[in-house]
């Protein structure tokens, strides 16, 4: 194993007791879930562009899917926590397994702003209907019960662990292998054997199920849903910022961009409300043109 | 009866508007294949440069078209010579998200300056109704429809018939084909560019004259600019006309019958099922350059 891999589970390990350590805990604890969030979609998102070679900006779409559907059945029909997060991630993960195989004739951009109207389309749906809470959102009750004040803090971080792991073996399973042989030559993957639809709908549906995942365990930890929050193009351009910054492609790469991305933009202009969304875009434009292949990318 | 002939009448109006809006969007989409997602901002860019001419220094909204287009197309080849030509070499996608950083960048650096309220631009003699048999026909959008049937037709006669729009739909249609000929595609590029952020401007300009508008209209905007190119095919300017008046048409039986809130729901499923089924468009070849 790659030495960078084995930082990463010492990583891992510190960030397990910081709860303990750090002062300002509530502070830090809520700095480093968002920065553990974004790291487990940046994941969730290389299994699908890193790997497969498909671009699915708008794989948000997935995180309001499962974060709605933990929501309402939480909220409607009072089923626990855990196993609505669970099934919110299986509903994402599943929706994109059957939307997969015609979605997927699309390559490249194209791809990338499908999968984008399909996200802005689903905040147009859940906005208009009953059942979601339309405009108005879903309230959620708050956490309590063991762990109070880092119960999500560890959900993160199992999350971006396991989303790690599934990325650790992509990068060196034969599964993995029918993946990159999609992304390198389509075509001459086909010719050789590889069931390409079945695997690429595959890789998309780990991609969404982690997604949904997040999604879930977001909506239960900011207590408060709505349409435009959940299905946000702003966090599938960060998703992708932090991807693109630390390397596509690769296993580390992700989580770096991710933890790199969150903490300048806490640390550098947290307090600059008024311009953030400027300087967001200056960030982009920038990354784009300085490091367009990652701090960590090869191709 | 009256009531679908009205529908049909503010469609066409509309339409046109949306014909020519996408114009600018499909020649960089045809000519250098970028997508470009900052292209509704531009647009707003547009609309704010043409008020503040109107507000600041009185100069009359189509008046102020010409000054639109020339800042346009002077920013449509800034915008080339810093970014596009450096990234063109990537991976399409990656443009792709260079032009959503910079979407954000114009829209909250508009917000920054202007603020969320939303602004219009009152033109004195444009501002009742007057009745046709029994059509009701509102003459801020009778102007904008003339204004864009104006300039779309004469983006087509350029297109069609000087040399450098020959040149540009030679571009289109084979790189190294219009190279051999004498023809430099890098300055094709840089002009295609810069009418196309010309064409934005210009549509930001009209867009300022038939409604408010605030710095985030853009994504919408980028929205039906797209639809209008997939609807129609990159073709032609002629298959413009035919998405844009196919948008109109849906976006004002949607809003009437199914309610406002529908609207942009129905304009992505149907942009969605296009790129499935139908990439090319529902008529219209290509590329410009196929005849």
Redesign the interface.
């Known amino acids: 194993m790659a030495r960078l891999e084995k930082a990463v589970f010492i990583f891992f390990g510190v960030l397990a007791f910081l709860p303990l350590l750090l002062p300002e805990w509530p502070y830090w604890g809520r700095v480093l879930s968002s920065a553990l969030m974004l790291s487990s979609l940046a994941l969730a998102q290389n299994v699908l562009l890193g790997y497969t070679g498909y671009p699915a900006f708008g794989g948000i779409a997935f995180f309001g899917i499962g974060g709605y559907t933990t929501a309402i059945l939480m909220k409607s029909l009072s089923i626990p926590f855990l196993p609505s997060l669970l099934i919110g991630g299986l509903v994402a993960g599943l929706t994109a397994l059957i939307i997969a195989p015609p979605l997927m004739r699309l390559r490249s951009h194209y791809f990338a702003i499908t999968t984008l109207a399909l996200q802005l389309a689903l905040g147009e749906v859940v906005a208009n209907l009953e059942f979601t809470g339309g405009t108005d959102g879903i309230n959620l009750p708050i956490y309590r019960g063991p762990f109070e004040g880092s119960f999500f803090y560890f959900l993160f971080l199992l999350l971006a662990l396991i989303s790690f792991l599934i990325n650790l073996w992509v990068d060196r399973s034969v599964f993995g292998y029918a993946l990159k042989a999609i992304r390198e030559d389509e075509v001459a993957a086909e010719s050789v054997g590889v069931n390409t639809v079945l695997f690429k709908s595959l890789s998309f549906g780990i991609s969404s199920f982690l997604t949904g995942l997040a999604g879930g365990v977001y909506a239960y930890w900011i207590t408060y849903i709505d349409p435009t929050s959940m299905f946000d193009p702003l966090l599938s351009v960060k998703t992708f910022v932090a991807l693109l910054l630390g390397g596509v492609g690769t296993t580390v790469g992700p989580l770096l961009g991710a933890f790199l991305l969150e903490m300048v933009s806490e640390i550098v202009w947290s307090g600059l409300t008024e311009v953030h969304g400027i300087i967001l875009g200056l960030l982009i434009v920038l990354g784009i043109l300085l490091v367009p292949r990652g701090i960590l990318g090869v191709r | 009866m009256d009531l679908l002939l009205q529908l049909l009448l503010e469609a066409i109006l509309l339409g046109t508007f949306y014909a020519f809006l996408s114009l600018g969007f499909s020649l960089t989409w045809g000519v250098l294949n970028i ?1 470009n997602l900052a292209y509704g901002s531009l647009v707003v860019l547009g609309s704010y440069l043409a008020y503040s001419l109107f507000n600041a220094v009185g100069v009359d909204p189509i008046v102020s078209l010409p000054i639109s287009f020339a800042v346009g197309f002077v920013l449509g080849l800034l915008l080339q010579v810093s ?1 596009v030509n ?2 063109i070499k ?9 032009t ?10 508009l ?2 300056f202007f603020k969320a309220d939303i602004r219009s631009i009152d033109v004195p003699y444009a501002e009742g109704s007057f009745i046709v048999g029994n059509l009701i026909v509102s003459e801020v959008k009778l102007l904008v429809f003339l204004l864009s049937l104006i300039l779309t037709a004469l983006l087509f006669l350029f297109l069609r018939f000087t040399w450098t729009g020959r040149a540009i739909r030679a571009v289109a249609l084979d790189v190294e084909g219009a190279r051999l000929v004498g023809i430099s595609p890098e300055r094709v590029f840089a002009l295609t560019m810069g009418i196309g952020t010309g064409v934005a401007f210009l549509s930001g300009n009209l867009y300022g004259i038939l409604q408010g508008f605030t710095p985030f209209d853009g ?1 919408l905007l980028t ?1 039906k600019a ?1 639809l209008v190119s997939v609807l129609g095919g990159l073709g032609r300017v002629e298959s413009a006309l035919f998405g844009g008046l196919l948008l109109g048409t849906m976006e004002i039986f949607v809003s009437f019958y199914a309610g406002e ?2 609207k ?2 129905a304009s ?2 149907l ?2 099922l296009v ?2 089924f139908r ?1 090319r468009g529902l008529m219209g070849g290509k590329y410009y350059g196929e005849a």
């Not at chain 2, 990537?90 to 792709?96: A, D, G, N, R, S």
């Not at chain 2, 959503?100 to 650096?109: A, K, Q």
Request: proline share 5%.
């Open positions: 997508l970014f450096r990234v990537l991976e399409p996608f990656m443009v792709l998200i260079l959503f950083g910079l979407d954000i960048l114009i829209s909250h650096t917000n920054y994504g929205v797209f809130s529908w942009l729901f992505l499923v942009m969605i790129l499935i990439p």
